[in-house]
């Protein structure tokens, strides 16, 4: 089954720097695009970034100039740059993928969606 995975939070002081991955694996045909998602408890799941497989990326305006979304194609890996981290950056950063994926005869393409890993901005 296709899986994806988060990891890289933790705690960093204001101003620090983050770097997060997202490691898709499994029966996979293509990753069509991953995406960067955060939210803050009691608020709506924001999108951070996005990259496409070609390489096109988005960013949140807010976000643009401090984040950065990358890839590593050979492991399957999108890496999400985060510097000049402040407090209002604390938040579970969830990762999502759209994967196409062989089950048998059939291809099938859907959204996955990673656990989550938490990034805690404070001094």
């Known amino acids: 089954q296709v899986q994806v995975v988060e990891s890289g939070g933790g705690l960093v002081q204001p101003g620090g720097s983050l770097r997060l991955s997202c490691a898709a694996s499994g029966s996979i045909v293509r990753i069509n695009s991953v995406a960067w998602y955060r939210q803050v408890s009691g608020n709506q799941r924001e999108l951070v970034a996005a990259?496409?497989?070609?390489?096109?990326?988005n960013y949140a305006d807010s976000l643009k100039g401090r984040f950065t979304i990358s890839r590593d194609g050979s492991v399957n890996t999108v890496y999400l740059q985060m510097n000049k981290l402040k407090s209002e950056d604390t938040a579970v950063y969830y990762c999502n993928a759209s994967i196409t994926r062989r089950n048998g005869p059939v291809l099938y393409t859907n959204n996955y969606w990673g656990q989550g890993t938490q990034v805690t901005v404070s001094s």
């Open positions: 990259i496409t497989s070609r390489g096109s990326t």
